[in-house]
């Protein structure tokens, strides 16, 4: 079902010679088996179950899954899996069972809530997991989310499952344990393929068979307890002191000699074994009566593509994969769900909705009663009174929109990039990139908005406001928010860590403040190239432009002395930068 042919990949280095990760590994597997992927640090295993997988690009030679070329015609969702032991990849906050109820309902597609608890059981079952089905992912055990893991893996019903080092770094009960369910996962479904990749030599006996690979070519691939007889040493720890001794490239040119003969000893497609005798006459076999290195065969049955033909009608087609709306409500509902439960995040958000307006409040206090006044068109302020007010104005409103930037950090820096992991996990398992982009549009939008209104809608009904058009001053308010709270969403996806997209989004909030020209004018070249692009500059130039008409509009422009963008041109400028930071958001997910 499962064959490798020749596979290469090679590490292009500049100014160096390319690095061969992998030199023409050749390999095939029936349905219903587990093979042990074996091979010191280094050895090329990762790279190999990604280029099987899809995620790196095959250079040379062919992966064929039931006779389709895969690296020709792509593999289909639900229908392979990559299990890792990475545990970044798991919420902290969430159950075992919502984990799987939410990895079915991300997968597959037409299947109603109550029929994905269902089957959340009896996976969670299956993996061992029926003991701990409401504990929250950071009370488990490092092997039990190993479990969990593989649960969510096989949520979408795959047929070919990939474990990159599942069992290390557990004890060696639990790795007998883990291999154990290993081997159930494998004959549970007579088609499914399973792979894992591991260093550790203990328990082989739990594989079918095991591949050994040594810096990036195939030097074995037969039973476990054939590894001794094969490379002549007593115990399989000496495995790899053994492989050290001669070039990688020997080791392959041996195995390529030898590998028909052997695997026509291990009888592997009837389930026999093979004696130490049929053993040793296939390893002193004559090497010129062996065939040429090619399509290889596991046994002496039928030709593989007599047997593929027969059984390609018996495949069933992957699990349909859910629909982009399914998706949605699924991350909406998980998001919310996360952010009640993380009380942290609750708290700052919260003291940021109720702190900053309650800072404009007290800033513009004492200027309350000279607000009133502005409303009065037959008030004419004194040109002291004027010259405080143009101050205020000018600050007051770029204190808001700075107010909502420096949320919008706080907001969106680490959305991104804390889940890149998971994002990671589930885009493999069939997660659409514009369900994953609009959940975080709408759950950073919505607490963008309510910040921006707060902001804009305390200081005007509590105080009247400035003279015009308040409304559309909280719209560019809001407006400005949301733009930068995806210009950093944009920074989140392109950052390798939480830390450096943090650091990257305060340092362009920082400089928002100067380039806008509401401290100190910019000269009018250097201004007509860097104001379009400040965020700040069109929410604060918005909102003093809407003042045309009062009294106070001619005193603040001769005081501060930068053009307005009219409230129209403001709209269309923050519309792009929204959407410039949304095109930022899809090229990092892409790129990472």
């Known amino acids: 079902m499962l064959e490798l042919v020749s596979l290469s990949h090679q590490l292009i280095r500049r100014g160096e010679e390319p690095l061969a990760v992998l030199d023409a590994v050749s390999f095939r597997l029936p349905g219903g088996h587990l093979m042990g992927l074996v091979g010191a640090t280094g050895s090329g295993k990762s790279v190999l179950l990604r280029t099987m997988a899809g995620t790196v690009r095959v250079q040379a030679g062919a992966v064929l899954w039931n006779g389709r070329d895969v690296t020709q015609n792509l593999w289909r969702p639900n229908e392979v899996a990559l299990v890792t032991c990475d545990d970044a990849s798991l919420q902290p906050l969430m159950s075992v069972k919502e984990h799987v109820v939410c990895a079915i309902m991300l997968q597959?597609?037409?299947?109603?809530?109550?029929?994905?608890?269902?089957k959340a059981d009896r996976l969670v079952l299956f993996c061992g997991l029926d003991t701990v089905t409401g504990v929250r992912v950071r009370d488990l055990t490092a092997v039990q989310r190993r479990r969990l893991l593989l649960a969510l893996a096989l949520a979408g019903d795959p047929l070919l499952v990939l474990c990159d080092d599942f069992m290390t770094g557990v004890d060696?009960?639990?790795?007998?344990?883990?291999?154990?369910?290993?081997?159930?996962?494998?004959?549970?479904?007579?088609?499914?393929?399973?792979?894992n990749a591991t260093q550790t030599l203990a328990e082989l006996s739990a594989y079918d068979t095991v591949l050994v690979l040594h810096e990036g070519r195939g030097c074995f691939h037969g039973p476990g307890r054939a590894i001794t007889h094969y490379f002549s040493i007593p115990h399989t720890e000496d495995l790899y002191h053994r492989l050290a001794k001669r070039p990688s490239q020997r080791w392959?040119?041996?195995?390529?000699r030898h590998r028909d003969s052997y695997y026509g000893a291990f009888k592997l497609m009837s389930g026999m074994g093979a004696s130490?005798?049929?053993?040793?006459?296939?390893?002193?076999?004559?090497?010129?009566?062996?065939?040429?290195?090619?399509?290889?065969?596991?046994?002496?049955?039928?030709?593989?593509?007599?047997?593929?033909?027969?059984?390609?009608?018996?495949?069933?087609?992957?699990?349909?994969?859910?629909?982009l709306g399914?998706?949605?409500?699924?991350?909406?509902?998980?998001?919310?769900?996360?952010?009640?439960?993380?009380?942290?995040e609750w708290w700052s958000h919260a003291l940021l909705l109720i702190g900053l307006p309650f800072v404009c409040l007290i800033l513009s206090w004492g200027f309350r009663g000279t607000l009133k006044l502005l409303h009065n068109p037959d008030w004419k302020p004194s040109a002291t009174e004027a010259s405080a007010l143009a101050g205020f104005a000018i600050g007051l409103t770029l204190l808001q929109v700075l107010m909502v930037m420096g949320a919008g950090v706080l907001n969106t820096s680490r959305e991104i990039a804390d889940e890149r992991s998971i994002w990671h996990r589930e885009h493999f398992s069939g997660l659409r990139s514009w369900s994953f982009v609009l959940s975080k549009v709408l759950h950073v939008g919505t607490i963008a908005l309510l910040q921006a209104f707060a902001i804009g809608l305390v200081f005007d009904l509590l105080t009247t406001g400035f003279p015009g058009n308040g409304a559309l001053r909280v719209g560019l308010l809001a407006l400005t928010g949301l733009a930068f709270n995806f210009l950093c969403l944009g920074i989140s996806a392109w950052s390798r860590t939480s830390d450096k997209a943090t650091s990257r989004a305060w340092c362009l909030a920082f400089l928002q403040a100067p380039l806008s020209g509401a401290i100190l004018a910019l000269p009018a070249p250097l201004?007509?190239?860097?104001?379009?692009?400040?965020?700040?500059?069109?929410?604060?130039?918005?909102?003093?432009d809407s003042l045309k008409g009062s009294a106070l509009f001619d005193t603040i422009t001769a005081f501060n002395g930068t053009w307005f963008a009219t409230p129209a041109v403001a709209v269309i400028v923050l519309l792009i930068h929204a959407g410039v930071g949304l095109s930022f958001v899809i090229s990092g997910l892409r790129r990472r």
Not at 327 to 338: E, F, I, P
Not at 527 to 544: E, N
């Open 108 to 118: 597959v597609g037409g299947i109603s809530k109550r029929d994905a608890v269902i």
């Open 172 to 195: 060696p009960r639990s790795q007998r344990e883990l291999g154990a369910l290993l081997q159930l996962v494998a004959r549970e479904n007579p088609n499914r393929v399973v792979i």
């Open 252 to 256: 392959q040119d041996s195995w390529n």
């Open 276 to 323: 130490e005798a049929e053993l040793a006459a296939a390893s002193d076999e004559d090497e010129d009566s062996r065939s040429e290195p090619g399509r290889l065969r596991l046994g002496r049955g039928p030709e593989p593509e007599d047997e593929e033909a027969s059984k390609a009608s018996t495949i069933p087609p992957p699990v349909e994969r859910a629909g």
């Open 326 to 344: 399914t998706q949605l409500a699924v991350l909406m509902r998980r998001r919310w769900t996360l952010f009640r439960r993380n009380k942290s």
């Open 527 to 544: 201004g007509s190239v860097l104001q379009p692009l400040t965020t700040a500059f069109y929410g604060w130039s918005g909102s003093m």
